[in-house]
């Protein structure tokens, strides 16, 4: 596939294939000159694990299942400008060793450099420790393993297509990767070994084990499971291999930067410090908060907040309508936080000042830009809402989509609650992973404003 088409499907064409995945007995898409095209590489100099074959057969019946045409190859003349841009990603699978010379070598830098995408699976962080470009995209080099064994894996991104399906805690058998390093700081971490529940791991109690990034024009995303041949039978590992296949390839969208320093206002184990103002409510289950009848808001009741980052996890099953709002006083009154605050809108539908990424009726969010980044109906979504002095700005699945300065006298953005909308009887839009992180009360580099805290 030529290098621009790497910039992933539409809005319209995802919720296309979402709606006939859905359908009972709706044929699979066919893959086209069109589709998304992945070249799986399982080149070893080192250990080679007997699951390849398994592993290639499964990402090929992926392919099959979800549109996307998968080539195999162990040989390392693919790796050229030529043939890299047929692919829209390429899986490193249980490589070990140095697979690439030098050539090969710079003609995937160019790849990555061009938009293409990373899929690393289990020994492919015990490959090519003498080329730090890979190092970086894989995001950490193997060191160790204990014997293959059970483990609980404690799933932290629950929106990512690679883990969204994933319960809190995910118990599974496979070989655990002991790593050099933690990519944290550079890379988003989606789940981590809870090293308590085996014998063997070094991390000392932070031990990521997925992951994904952008990097040096890329994406990548990277898992340390998958030794096992029974890891490609297992329903929920394939999922968690097509999300990131999915993620690598821009068929789907998520926010992959680093992140750190939050905490959590709604962990999905209960609601504490929220309360319910107006009619409705929200149900919680699975680590979810849904909306049921309206209009009313859940609102953080517990604190205020001046300059921070706002983060949280979102989708809609349809046509639904709900919000985020900021800024606004305390009351059990909804309508307050509607006068007083600002709205941040989740709807599929409506005029451009009150859809999706908007700063409802005040301002439009980039419409290019929020398609984009937008993933359809009854996938989730990423909303970061950062405040600081007047300034909101609003990031979806990691790209920015609106900037929104307060002029209102009668507003402010520097103190107030937060909320979540139920909009309607007939809306039902869900919530999981509410946190928050303090912020300067100006940008670097910014001034403050009058009437400053």
């Known amino acids: 596939m030529h290098p621009s088409a790497r910039l992933g499907v539409t809005a319209a064409a995802a919720a296309t294939l979402l709606a006939a995945m859905a359908l009972p007995g709706a044929a699979a898409p066919v893959p086209g000159d069109d589709e998304s095209r992945v070249l799986v590489f399982s080149k070893t100099a080192g250990f080679r694990h007997d699951s390849i074959p398994d ?37 490193f699978l249980s490589t070990t060793g140095d697979v690439l010379d030098s050539g090969q070598q710079d003609a995937f830098e160019r790849y990555i450099a061009d938009g293409g995408g990373y899929v690393g699976v289990h020994a492919a962080a015990d490959t090519e420790y003498d080329w730090p470009f890979y190092g970086g995209l894989a995001g950490a080099y193997f060191d160790s393993h204990p014997a293959i064994q059970p483990a609980t894996v404690r799933v932290e991104d629950r929106a990512h297509p690679a883990t969204a399906h994933l319960d809190g805690a995910w118990n599974r058998t496979d070989e655990w990767y002991n790593y050099r390093t933690n990519p944290r700081e550079r890379a988003h971490v989606l789940a981590t070994l809870d090293e308590s529940t085996y014998s063997g791991g070094n991390m000392n109690g932070d031990h990521p084990l997925s992951w994904c990034q952008e990097y040096r024009g890329g994406r990548a995303f990277y898992t340390g499971a998958g030794h096992t041949k029974e890891s490609y039978a297992e329903p929920a590992f394939r999922t968690h291999l097509l999300g990131g296949i999915r993620y690598a390839t821009g068929a789907a969208q998520a926010d992959c930067r680093p992140e750190q320093g939050y905490r959590p206002l709604f962990d999905g184990t209960s609601t504490d410090g929220w309360k319910q103002a107006g009619p409705g409510s929200f149900t919680l289950d699975d680590g979810t908060l849904t909306s049921s009848g309206g209009m009313g808001l859940l609102w953080y009741e517990a604190e205020e907040f001046g300059a921070y980052s706002l983060k949280l996890d979102w989708k809609m099953t349809g046509d639904d309508n709900s919000g985020i709002f900021v800024g606004f006083p305390p009351s059990d009154d909804p309508w307050i936080a509607v006068d007083n605050g600002y709205e941040i809108q989740i709807d599929a539908s409506d005029a451009p000042d009150r859809t999706t990424g908007s700063v409802y009726t005040f301002q439009a969010a980039d419409i290019a830009a929020r398609d984009a980044a937008l993933n359809p109906p009854g996938a989730w979504n990423t909303y970061e809402i950062r405040v600081q002095g007047e300034r909101l700005q609003i990031r979806l699945n990691g790209r920015k989509i609106n900037d929104f300065t307060n002029t209102d006298p009668a507003r402010s953005l520097r103190q107030g609650h937060i909320g979540i909308q139920n909009h309607g009887a007939d809306d039902e839009v869900s919530f999981r992973n509410i946190r928050v992180k303090e912020l300067p009360d100006t940008p670097a580099g910014g001034t403050r404003g009058k009437g400053g805290k």
Do not use: S
């Open 55 to 91: 592993a290639i057969a499964a990402v090929e019946e992926l392919g099959n299942q979800n549109g996307f045409a998968v080539d195999a190859t162990e040989d390392a003349a693919t790796f050229n400008d030529t043939d890299l841009a047929r692919y829209d990603a390429v899986v």
